[in-house]
């Protein structure tokens, strides 16, 4: 328990110190400029200027300025104490990274209980960042206060995704069939992931409905290979095609049902397959985790039985593997975390768990079943007795089936503010699944998982 307590007026005697430090973070600023509305990018991590050099972000002034009511609010006077007057004159700059140390003395007493306070700010190598005087009511009572219960703040930056997408965009960029970019959305996709280098569009669909999208949002497209075929099972198959002739290393969907050009890529005799089941992977940037989590199956296996659970494992972990989890923690999800033969969930769950202890899954620690909670919170797992090198720490969720993975995919990114990229796995190339509902980071990382996928491990 976290108590701070204050001095009354009677208490305060001309001449009482007090401190604080504190460490200055990038977040610090994002949720700067979320309160004030300042959003001035100097402010902001990986700041460029007109010459394209980057620069540590420069922390706000006004920021810095509002750390003294740090010391006066919770420690001299303390709880109680209301602001009445502040002047300040800020003197160097305070980068993230820098300690600060922030102190008041308080230099007079006036009537109505008003503290004059000499206050500055300075880091710990020296630098004096600001200094001036503030004018406080102070508090008549003595206080106390329990801040446990202040809520904390997750800033949602999303920095695994940044890291995912420094790493592909000085990757060649990978020749990708599109099918059917026939709408604003869907054309914007492999727009952006053109604009960043990650791949080269061939565009495959009705041109006329491919052009009119183009106009729409304003871009032109006309340096772009565009092949006129207006039927989508068609276009799907051309897109097929052009991969198994080394034309594409990569398949993106449009505007077309998933069912139809997966329909083509599954396709025995001109396919892309390669002896193991096709699935889809969520790669996720989760707001407070310190990894990245991948959920699997949610888009293609409805109600997977065991064999086919074990190929949307491996296919996981082979991807995993190309975005740099050399033995990713794999956790068999159910309902609940002991083997029960009324839920058939669990049985595959240890069966799959004992398979990679054989070697029949490879390259990751395997676990389950496991519930959700155990599976990522370390503190559930510890509660239920359960421990392993996976319970409470996975980075990959395999859930029971279709319907399970995806509303837990769907219920983070729209809930928990999760963002999501997405590819299809287990076929010669990797295949592009973007929603309508994806937002323009989404649609770059799955176009930066695929380039990364593609570059450093393909699934034998």
Known sequence: MTKITNTPWDQLDVGMEAEVRRICRADDFYVFANITGNMNPKHFPRFKDVEGSLHEPVSPAMWVATLIS???GSKLPGPGTLYKAQSITFHERAFAGDELIIKVKLIEKKPENIAVFQCSVDSVDGKKLAEGVTEVIAPTES????????????????????????????????????????????LLGPLLGCDHTLIDPILIGDEAKI???????????????????PSHRAAASLGVQLVNE???????????????????????????RMGRRLSHVFVMDVPGLTHLLLISDAAINIAPDLETKVDITQNAIDLAHTLGMDEPKVGILSAVETVNPKIPSTLEAAALSKM????????????????????????????????????????????????????????LTFIAHAEAGGLVVGARCPVIVTSRADDDKARLVSCAVAALYAHRKMPV
């Open 70 to 72: 740090s010391v006066l």
């Open 143 to 186: 206080m106390d206060y329990v801040v446990d219960d202040i809520p904390g703040l997750i800033v949602e930056r999303h920095a695994h995704f940044d890291k995912l997408l420094g790493e592909a965009e000085p990757l060649p960029p990978m020749k990708t069939a599109v099918v059917a970019p026939e709408s604003e959305d869907a």
């Open 211 to 229: 052009r009119d999208a183009a106009e729409k949002i304003g871009r032109d497209i006309s340096s772009f290979e565009i092949i006129h075929e």
């Open 246 to 272: 080394g034309r594409a290393a990569a398949l993106m969907k449009g505007n077309l049902h998933t069912d139809v050009l997966l329909g083509e890529v599954v396709k025995r005799d001109g396919g892309l």
């Open 356 to 411: 990679a202890e054989r070697g029949q899954i490879k390259g990751a620690l395997v676990d389950g079943p496991l519930a959700m909670d155990n599976a990522i919170n370390l503190e559930a797992a510890r509660t239920k007795g359960i421990r392993s090198m996976v319970a409470g720490q996975a980075e990959i969720l395999i859930a029971p089936n279709l319907e399970s993975a995806n509303m837990l995919a769907k219920e």
